[in-house]
């Protein structure tokens, strides 16, 4: 493992050589930014956020920071990432982050997980609990194993304390229907909004419907990790684009010019357009 520490718009942070999100955060100064648009529009000072899958914190620190007098529940299992993501707070002097070392899905018990010495260039940030490194593909690198717990938010006290929940956000690699269903209470009593990676067509259909069941209008909410814009003024355009979902309470929507999601294979037929702004 080798890392490295790089001014970035969201403060200074420790990034990983080789890791692809360390890459983009290096050379753009920020990491999928279209996305933090949207979540300042959504918070508040006073917000409170639940984060599955916080990776090394390129989104929690401006979630904190957004969300200055709420509080931030960030979840990552992965030892070395979560190490780093408690550093990136640390070192943006962020009092509000409450980081987990876990996994999150319907129930809680214990598992064991893959990990690495993480020297192996690699999207780290596409681990799965189920598949581990090899989530996108073979993994080249040495794996060892390492014990883990698993929680489910409705059993989880600290987002259970919480007065309010304004924003779920989710990034599990093909569990985020289990996490749903392991926070059905949470999610009926706050109704936050919920954003979701959905990018995996064996469960994109499925997860729709589960965001629909719980009372929610699911939009596609996709966009370019290269921003014209970006922090570091850099014109290369690394290839890279995110598919999401921002879901609202039914009857409620914020953010006009989104595309609802009705069926995954509106991606394919190119019914989707990229998110270039925030209306």
Not at 171 to 186: W, Y
């Amino acid at each position: 493992m080798k890392t490295f520490t790089k001014e970035c718009r969201w403060g200074t942070f420790l990034l990983l050589k080789g890791d692809l999100i360390s890459v983009y955060a290096d050379m753009y100064g920020e990491w999928s930014e279209m996305e933090v648009k949207l979540f300042r529009k959504i918070l508040t000072p006073q917000s409170n956020v639940v984060e599955i899958g916080a990776n090394l914190g390129l989104h929690t620190v401006p979630l904190a920071k957004t969300a200055a007098k709420g509080s931030v529940i960030c979840f990552e299992p992965q030892r070395i990432l979560f190490q780093m993501l408690c550093a990136n707070a640390a070192i943006n002097d962020l009092t509000n982050v409450f980081a987990y070392r876990a996994a999150v899905s319907d129930s809680g018990r214990e598992t064991r997980i893959q990990s690495s010495d993480y020297e192996t260039p690699w999207n780290y940030g596409s681990f799965s609990i189920e598949t581990g490194m090899s989530a996108e593909g073979r993994f080249p690198g040495d794996v060892t194993m390492e014990s883990v717990k698993v929680v489910s938010l409705d059993a989880f006290t600290p987002a259970n304390e919480l007065a309010s929940l304004n924003l779920l956000k989710i990034d599990a690699e093909l569990h985020e229907i289990a996490v749903l269903r392991g926070a059905e209470r949470l999610i009926k009593r706050h109704r936050p909004v919920i954003f979701v990676e959905n990018n995996k067509e064996q469960n994109g259909d499925a997860l729709i419907e589960a965001v629909k069941d719980l009372g929610y209008s699911p939009f596609w909410f996709c966009s370019k990790r290269f921003q014209p814009d970006n922090f570091n003024k850099v014109g290369f355009e690394l290839p890279g684009a995110d598919t999401n979902m921002v879901c609202f309470p039914e009857g409620e929507n914020p953010v006009r010019g989104l595309a609802p999601a009705k069926h995954f294979s509106e991606l394919a037929e190119g019914k989707v357009p990229l998110v270039a702004h925030i209306a």
